[in-house]
């Protein structure tokens, strides 16, 4: 399964990366990864307007599109839209961050899932 990673690089700025999270068969069930340490769940709703400037991810966390589409850049200007369904590992806790902004003047429904500290 690939998800998308932003983190920050050694210039302080984040960076995009594509993760591949590795699969095993458990039969008829179809395929699961490894378990992954969270601490909770939040849901989290946007509006059409939506639009922060840089900022850094406030903790280290998955977030799950569930409705709607959010537009990320990175420091470095790259750009990616990541739709319903896709999932980003946010990283970048450190440095300027990244912008997102509401893509086609659409509210969006997501889910955050903080990771455990390792």
């Given at each position: ?27 008829p069930g179809g395929l ?14 946007t509006e059409a307007d ?57 509210p969006r429904e997501c ?8």
């Amino acid at each position: 399964m690939k998800i998308t990673r932003i983190y920050t690089g050694d210039d302080g700025e984040s960076h995009f990366e594509d993760v591949q999270i590795p699969l095993k068969s458990i039969g008829p069930g179809g395929l699961l990864s490894e378990p992954v340490a969270t601490t909770s769940v939040i849901f989290r709703e946007t509006e059409a307007d939506y639009n922060l400037d840089f900022h850094p991810a406030p903790r280290r966390q998955y977030v799950v599109n569930l409705k709607g589409s959010v537009e990320l850049e990175t420091g470095s200007g790259e750009k990616r839209i990541l739709g319903p369904g896709e999932i980003l590992l946010a990283e970048d806790t450190s440095g300027r961050g990244h912008k997102s902004r509401a893509v086609n003047n659409e509210p969006r429904e997501c889910l955050f899932i903080p990771l455990a500290d390792e």
